[in-house]
């Protein structure tokens, strides 16, 4: 089976990547054929700024590298150095139905957050489809803010093989339940563009200023408290064992669950998960030689499948004369 997903080099990655999409990606590697890669040519609808750029892309290689992914045990590249995906992306634009696109709420959602509205944030499913299609994936591992987009992927898929005949398999969305949104400082979504991340590498003062700014309301500490509406105990499910949390979720229950003492035990939960993570990581990015030399081989893979598909796509629509 294949399993295919990316991310933007658009900001630090946070504990929302992690657990939305890194986390399930590094544990299918055992078990399928993994692609895994940056998309810098998406991050350019928001980062017009060549230093973070570039800086952004080689730090979100050098994450996925730090948390366990094996460049030998999957293909793992930067989308820019695969131009293919750009033909493709041009040949199924000319399919995709404009009211399917015009539908997508991302492109609502980002520019009401200031992104400039340009043509390629609006296409941005096209080339998202284009991704997926390119190397035939079977399961795309994603948070459920990037289903629609899966729809789009499906929908595109099925139009072309409706017309010329079978020649892309159509992707599955996986999509956690468990992990499905991480909620951020502030109870909404995480996200970069939200500014109520916590970023996985964070350690320190800073991680802890982070920990303490996450907003719990103001019920004494002696008074029963609901779990499910606070995002400190939504937090603390996914570091804490589930014995602990049991006892975690009695004292939300019944009365005794004091907020700035939960926050110092998750704090401490996020130093022990990561610490070796982030030694891996300064070791990577001291050597930014070697990250390129990882990244050009995981493109010399990623193009021999690509060209494969596109060949096949070319002759079907009649571009082979
Ligand atoms: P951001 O919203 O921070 O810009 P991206 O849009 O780059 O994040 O998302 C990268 C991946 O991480 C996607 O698969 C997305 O669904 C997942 N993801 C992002 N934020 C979260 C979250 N808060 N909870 C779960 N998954 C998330
Ligand atoms: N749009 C995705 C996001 O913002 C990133 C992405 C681009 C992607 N291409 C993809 C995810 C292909 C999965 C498959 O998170």
Redo the contacts with the bound molecule.
């Keep these: 089976m294949k399993v295919l ?1 990316g ?2 080099p ?2 630090q990655l ?1 504990i ?2 992690y ?3 890194m986390q399930p990606m590094i544990t299918q590697m055992k078990s399928s054929e993994l692609y895994v890669f940056i998309v810098d040519l998406h991050a350019l609808t928001s980062v017009q700024d060549r230093e973070k750029l570039s800086t952004g892309t080689l730090e979100a290689a050098a994450d996925f590298l730090a948390l366990g992914l094996d460049p030998d045990r999957c293909i793992f590249w930067v989308q820019s150095d695969v131009p293919e995906v750009c033909e493709l992306t041009w040949i199924l634009s000319t399919l995709a139905p404009m009211g399917l696109i015009e539908r997508c709420h991302s492109y609502k959602d980002k520019v009401s957050k200031g992104i400039m509205p340009s043509h390629g944030l609006f296409s941005y499913p096209v080339l998202m489809a284009a991704d997926i299609l390119l190397f035939q994936a079977d399961l795309v591992p ?5 289903k629609q987009h899966l729809e789009v992927a499906r929908d595109i898929a099925q139009k072309f093989n409706n017309q010329f005949g079978d020649t892309f398999t159509v992707p599955e969305p996986a999509i956690s339940e468990t ?4 909620p ?1 400082l502030d109870g909404q ?5 939200y500014g109520n ?1 916590i970023p996985i590498f964070l350690s320190g003062k800073p991680l802890k200023k982070r920990v303490m700014a996450i907003e719990t309301d103001a019920t004494p500490v002696e008074d029963p408290k609901d779990p499910d509406a606070c995002n400190l105990y939504q937090l603390l499910k996914l570091f804490a064992t589930p014995q602990r949390m049991s006892e975690i979720n009695d004292l939300y229950v019944n009365g005794g669950a004091a907020y700035g003492y939960l926050k110092l035990e998750l704090l401490e939960l996020l130093e022990d998960k990561f610490a070796d993570a982030r030694l891996k990581k300064t070791e990577f990015l001291s050597d930014p030689a070697e990250l390129r030399s990882i990244l050009a081989k995981g493109a010399e893979k990623a193009r021999a499948k690509a060209t494969v598909t596109l060949d096949l796509v070319r002759e079907r629509v009649g571009l082979k004369y």
């Design positions: 997903s991310i933007q658009s900001g946070h929302g990547n657990f939305g999409m994603v948070g459920k803010d990037q992990t499905a949104i991480v951020g979504k995480m996200s970069k563009s991340t």
